[in-house]
């Protein structure tokens, strides 16, 4: 993963995609899966879904997913999925800029799954677009990388050189405590696969807020 910041987001991604067959692992994140696992379904929203793996496992668990993505390749491939799974009709994929996007929904889920990006990217402000859209009741999940993988370390010039932590990125929204519980908090190490089969343990940064108003 190389970054030119001369190029349009979608281009990049699209590259990016279409270098491979799949990019990603194709299933869920772990930190979704321990979070939501027992999490009554109900509509939920899925931030830079890529090839959809993330959105497939909370629609085969009853949820009714809208999952954007700026990459067209990506999002092909999981409307793919979905269909073959029988999913179709649990399933939306919205082929958005997320920079410039307004939900226009509510959602008892919005999840953002390593939404990070090595071009410029608003994430804060995307996050806290997002936020909006959760519904009284409804949960936030922010998953990131605790410290950027091994095979990324040249990705994310259009970040900082070290993520921030849950901590952090629950101070920079600033998610009103008379309207939100906010849980921040670094997992334990996983072992974790790269696009060319490296492995690594990795740390995931993980807030969690439920919007209680
Ligand atoms: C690191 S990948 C994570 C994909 C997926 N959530 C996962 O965990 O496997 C980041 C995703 O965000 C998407 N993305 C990056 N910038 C975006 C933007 N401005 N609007 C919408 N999606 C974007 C990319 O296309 C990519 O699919």
Redesign the pocket.
Known sequence: MHSDETRP?SEF?DELYGEREQV?SGKP?PALVSEIETVAPGRALDL???EG??ALWLAQRGWTVTG????GV?LERAARHAQEAGLEDRTVWLH????EWQPDAEYDLVSA?????PLE?PRERVLLTAARAVAPGGLLLVVGHADFPPWAQHAHEGERAQPPTANELALALGLPEDQWTVEARTSEGREATGPDGQKAILTDAILKARRTA
Do not use: T
């Open positions: 987001a991604w990603w994140n830079g879904c890529g793996a993330d954007v993505d700026i990459s990506a958005r800029d997320l920079a799954q390593f939404l990070h990006s990217f």
